[in-house]
């Protein structure tokens, strides 16, 4: 990656980093938190989502990770970032004895910060799909040859900003109601299990890129966290168990 690139790359990346955090704000406008206990879980989020991007990264190159130059690697992925910041934001909560449910609020603002993470993928040639004869490929430097190949960024970046919207409807209408980030990775899980098959990515068992077996991993664990919570909120609409009320959306 050139400097100019790189130096694209960091602008839509720090784009993307602050529109996540004003629309944070406006999202977690009603919560009865304090401003340091939305700030504990921000800072949860993003440092779960920097562990979990780079995770895959180290543990496959453990000599790096000793020496703490895998942590200056290009090297990250989206998706257990993702991942990584739910589960930041949970750490955080518990960490902080937090009850209110925060996840609603987490999810339009990340969907459109990684819709904006993609194009300034395009923009550093990283994170391209396979060879294609589609009228709309793109030939990427760093791939090493001259072949027009998917843009896998922005088949990405409209899923993401798709998502968002759809998101946002749920929330206004008060469907699905604590369980959105929960719908917003989930789908995500699976169109990028879909996706993969444009991917040039190393092929393991039966066929299928390692993140499509994270996909697959990660997918029951999501459903069981689903349930979960619907359980939880089933027993407290009947009074069995105490909770906290959430507020008005």
């Known amino acids: 990656m050139t400097h100019e690139f790189r130096f694209s790359y960091f602008l839509l990346m720090l784009a993307a980093l602050g529109t996540c955090s004003l629309l944070l704000r406006k999202t977690q406008e009603k919560l009865p938190l304090m401003w340091w206990q939305k700030l504990g879980i921000g800072v949860g989020a993003f440092c779960g989502a920097m562990i979990g991007a780079k995770l895959p990264f180290l543990l496959i190159d453990w000599n790096r990770f000793l020496d703490g130059s895998a942590w200056l690697s290009d090297g990250k992925t989206i998706m257990c970032g993702i991942i990584g910041g739910y589960f930041g934001v949970e750490l955080a909560k518990w960490t902080l004895d937090i009850r209110v449910k925060t996840g609603d609020t987490f999810a339009v603002p990340c969907a459109v910060a990684v819709a904006i993470g993609r194009v300034a993928c395009f923009v550093g040639g990283c994170c391209f ?10 030939v990427f430097q760093q791939s090493g040859d001259s072949l027009p190949r998917h843009p896998t960024q922005f088949y ?4 993401h900003l798709s998502i968002a919207g759809i998101l946002l409807v749920l929330q206004q209408r008060e469907l699905f109601r604590g369980q959105l980030i929960k719908f917003y990775i989930l789908f995500y899980l699976a169109y990028r299990f879909v996706t993969e098959f444009i991917r040039p990515e190393t092929k393991l068992e039966l066929g299928l890129t390692v993140y499509q077996w994270a996909a697959l991993a990660m997918t029951p664990l999501f459903l069981f966290l689903w349930w ?8 407290a609409s009947t009074g069995k168990i105490a909770t906290i009320p959430e507020p008005p959306a």
Do not use: C, R, S, Y
């Open 129 to 138: 799909g396979t060879p294609t004869n589609l009228p709309w490929g793109v």
């Open 228 to 235: 979960k919570d619907a359980h939880e909120n089933a027993l």
């Open 156 to 159: 990405e970046a409209a899923f």
